[in-house]
């Protein structure tokens, strides 16, 4: 198999079928159920730690009502951590190189915290526009820009994912040559 | 999910208790080959028949360039030697935290109990002792007794002694008021007998005595003269 720079970026297909959603999916493989006994072998014990770990820093500044979005924040990033580093690994596709999986990730969780943000609590977000202590002449032309942001965000969460990642690993293919 | 293991639904389905873990898992050789290959093997070429195996297969690979030697190959051995030397130097850290922590959730439960029953026996020495303080009551309470028959046994005594000083004083009383009676009686004879005597002396008596005194009195003169 002669392979260029780019063939781990290029979605695996095998005889015409698609493996995206394989490649996708394979990390939930290495996270083994979390079955009823009290006391687990040392690899369910060391996930349960990492698990906790993680869930209690990304919980700690909120309170009750935003403990809510912990599955999700939690599960998300068990995910992206897994498959970013097992792409680490040679012979390796990593999903999050593809625009279309970060695009996927990133428009719908920004547009819900958005949306929720608006329902709940339309005052405050919309107050997040404008930072604190700004000039008063400053005030229309900080809130378009700040409005741009807000807009661009998604793109910007989505593109950046993919440009790390992947020039991540052009970079380890182009030193080890 | 519970993962009830039975072999093709002979016997039924138990939920609890739950079977035990196996202590160690199973035997793998360089970390990723089963030992029941190796034993699977042995029988037909011995103990050098997986490495051949392994040698030969790697080399068909790499001269009939079904794998290509490529730039992922250096990476890959890159990748490989790190993690490999990461496992070598943690794994038994890694290990030992985990069982660590295991340990702990372990010791936790079972120090709630090893105090519940701490705590009862504490419980049982406290009552111990208070049914040995109980016995000591029987004392307590004689020499209570004792102490309030003594009690009783002197006001009883002291009062005998205020009744007996009073019938003294009423009867002493008694005794007082006829000896006054009788001195008195004789105070009162003894004056009227003089008076009447004093009374009874005539002059003429009284002359005739005083002249017998003066004669009586000069007769003694002499003798006395004589004595000094």
Known sequence: M???????FTSPYLLGIPLILLSVL???????????????NRLSTLQLWLLNLITKQLMIPLNKKGHKWALILTSLMILLLTINLLGLLPYTFTPTTQLSMNMALAFPLWLAT????????????LGHLLPEGTPTPLIPALIMIETASLLIRPLALGVRLTANLTAGHLLIQLIST | VLHT?????????????????????????????????????????????????????????LSKEIYVINHETVAAACILSVIIYGIKKYGSDVAAFADKLNEEKVAKALSVKNEAIKDLETAIEQEKKEQWRVEGCKYLFDSKRNNVAMLLETNYRERLLTVYNEVKKRLDYQVAMQNLKRQKEQDHMIQWVE??????????????????????????????????
């Open chain 1, 26 to 40: 394979f990390p939930t493989l290495l996270f083994p159920t979390p079955n009823n006994r009290w006391i687990t």
């Open chain 1, 114 to 125: 958005l949306l929720t943000g608006l329902r709940n609590q339309p005052t405050t977000s």
């Open chain 2, 5 to 61: 293991t039975r072999a093709l639904h002979t016997a039924q389905q138990r939920l609890a208790p739950l079977p035990p873990l196996p202590e160690k898992g199973g035997e793998v050789r360089y970390g990723l080959i089963p030992e029941e290959f190796f034993q699977f093997l042995y029988p037909k070429t011995g103990v050098t028949g997986p490495y051949m195996l392994g040698t030969g297969l790697l080399l068909y690979f």
């Open chain 1, 2 to 8: 002669n392979l260029s720079f780019f063939n781990q």
């Open chain 2, 195 to 228: 008076r009447n005597v004093a009374q009874s002396i005539t002059p003429q008596q009284q002359k005739e005595s005083i002249a017998k005194c003066i004669l009586d009195l000069k007769a003694l003169s002499k003798t006395a003269q004589a004595a000094v």
